[in-house]
């Protein structure tokens, strides 16, 4: 417990150190100039153009948005020169079945917070399809490498996250945040990963981070190129200036409505 | 009966026999020129939506659209195409131009194709003529279009896009230093050029540069869907939003939102992961959109590309239109309050703001009605009517032509010109009929 406890909490600590790394170096948050000289006025101005209490869709709570900006920029330089070379690597030397499996395996150990997240809010249903789900998939499923819950049993994996409980007990999603590496998310949804996390690693059924650390970092490697394989959306892809503003829209509004259905 | 009253009207009855033969031979050769007009008005055209507004929106569902490969080996290339160019850190992830091509194993003809508005060399409808042209045989060079952030970034050489002159002379220079950077990599035999929406209009601009100035030598160009007057055609598509905002146009600030959140609700609810044509079919289907809303949909669109093309203009030119013109801002600053104006201003705007004053700096005398009527087809209607190798496809329902615009592209490219009877604007692009008439435009000798 204490050494699952200890890794929890080093993951946590590494977020928090790349975070305090990014903020002190060349990537940081520049300070906001409030000595700025006055500008020549735009042809058009949002005070001339919309009502003073006018609200608008894409606004949201982001104090931190200069930071937040230059962490999106950190994550899409990491994407392409890292993490979507790595991935590119992987394909090269796994055939589809094999990704399927190992996606579907990884799925199966995170079942475990989902079922955990899904008694939680009180959602029983869930909790009986994602239990299902469990003994199927690592019977069956031989260890979870295929979905045969899903495929022969029609039950489809469930959505619950520990952000999502603590919405359930009424948190806050808090200002909206660019995690690294993870992307965009709230305070109240970064607790939540690293509380899914912990959940993972407590519970541990495959004893997989009771292996040599060596192997623990090469399963979380290869656990991390599977998740990126299985987005398929990259960074600046709109090639739109604004995309940062949509994706926090689509992101918060996305998460607003998995927290209230 | 009928159509003996018809040769009454030409009058074949009062004819000698010369005079019938040469004539009847005229008349022959008008209407064999004209037989693909009237095969595709005449002939049932299995396309099953009837609205052009839903055909721009959908397309064509997969029953009727031409089979693709899954996959094709497509190279994504990236080009410096000013190495004195200095790039703001705003646009830092736009370093060079890209484009992609896909090559034959062996000697083959190359054909280039053009993006419509705002789109990129990898939007859907793009890949989607990659894949065709390459399981037809041709090398294939997909190219952003002007209006793309990536072109306007890299590429444009005033930052300001929206005159078919100049655009279509940039992306003559690009296409000429894209074929110099792979030509090592491909054996071409011929060449060819096609372009849909304003990428079509380009292609014509385009082909009169390529007669005069010869560097690539088109043999053949196909024009798909192109906007005749790019003032009026973007009028139009202003005009679907501004028109059908409940209130007007003080009113868009609330409509915004409440179309953003609808939607979003709806597609948040449903099953889909992409925002795809089944996505939109299933949307349809269910909610049976209005003509307003589906009109709203189409403004929309159309409106977002042009923010992005506008702050992109006024942020590389310092106009001062929105972005105050001392500001250089960084990838750390806000920009969502230029957001929320940008999407209040029109095309309109932006030929106002951005466009004519620079090119009213270049001709003290150019007025902005001349300078409306300048990105136009009509200018080069000589051309095109001389121009035995370019020929048009579009749509008798386009929504971005008037009744005037189908006149003179039909008096314009007569006998060359495939007009189907409804798709509205490119919603047929991907439809079978469509796409074997296409292939075989080319493929024919």
Known sequence: MLTILTKSFKYTMMI????FILINSGCAIPEINNTEPSHTKPKYSLSTMADPNETFVIDAYDPWERYNRSMYKFNANFDRKIYLPAVSLYHSVTTPPMREGIHNAFNNLSEVSILINALLQGNFESSWIT???????????ILGIFDAANEDHELIRQSHDLGQTLAHYGAKPGPFMILPLFGPST???????????????????????EQDILIQYSIEILNCIDLRDNINLEYYQTQSPFEYDMVRFIYLKARKYRTTK | MRHSKNFNIIGYTQLTTQQFTTKFFLHLSIFTSLVTISLCTTQKYNYPYENPLTSTIIGTPRLYEADIPVDIPIITHNITIDPNREIPELFWYQKQLTFSYAKQPKPAPLIFILAGTGSGHESSTMNF???IFFQAGFHVINLPSVTHPNFIITASSHFRPGDYQTDGADLYRVMKKCLDAISNDLEITKCYLTGYSLGGAHAAIISQLDHLQKKINFKKVLIINPPVNLYNASLKLDTLLDNNIPGGENNIGPF??????QFSGIYLSSNFIDMNKDFLASFFQKQHPTDAEMSTIIGLAFRYYCSNMFFISD????SGVVIPKEITLSSNDSLTDYFKVFQ??????YLQDILFPYFKSQNSALT??????QSSLHRIKDFLQSSQHIAVMTNADDIILSANDLTFLQNTFEGRITIYPKGGHLGNITHKENIKNLIHYFKDH
């Open chain 2, 344 to 349: 209040r201003l029109s095309f309109s705007d």
């Open chain 2, 129 to 131: 003529l990659q894949k």
């Open chain 2, 368 to 373: 902005l009605k001349q300078f409306k009527q």
């Open chain 2, 315 to 318: 942020a590389l030119t310092h």
């Open chain 1, 131 to 141: 239990t299902q789900r469990i003994v199927i998939n690592s019977t069956i499923g």
């Open chain 1, 16 to 19: 928090v150190c790349i975070n």
């Open chain 1, 187 to 209: 305070l109240r949804d970064a607790i939540g990963i690293a509380g899914d996390y912990m959940i993972i690693l407590n519970v541990d059924p495959a004893g997989l981070y």
């Open chain 2, 256 to 261: 915004l939102n409440e179309v953003i959140e």
